[in-house]
Each structure stands twice: as C-alpha cells, then as structure tokens.
C-alpha cells in the first residue's frame, strides 16, 4: 500500500489505513477517493498531494 503527503500541510494519506472517521475505509487506494477528495487537515484537493517515496530496507 502506498502514502500520499499533502504539500500544504504534511499530513499523510496511508491506503492501508484509509480515513474511517471520513467515511473512507480501510486499504482505500489514491485512485479510488473521490474526486472532490480534500485533505482533512487543510481543505486542499489531491493535486496538493504526492506519492512517498517508500523506504528500502537492505536484508543481508
């Protein structure tokens, strides 16, 4: 699952987690919010946000 960062506020969108106290549930992935979708915390729309790059963790 990925997270999306808003560019205004910092706050973190988790698919994994979604947004249950907005109606979104659990593994809600980016493409599949709602258009009208806006950050909870600043009001901007999902232009505002972009993808987290994942860390990598090396295994020896």
Known sequence: M???KCNTCDYI???AKG???NGIPELTEWQDLPEDYVC???GVNK???ALVEAETT???
Do not use: G, R, S, V
């Open 13 to 15: 969108y988790d698919e």
């Open 40 to 42: 909870p915390i600043c």
């Open 2 to 4: 990925k997270k999306y």
């Open 19 to 21: 947004e249950p106290e």
């Open 58 to 60: 090396i295994k020896a």
């Open 47 to 49: 232009e505002a946000f």
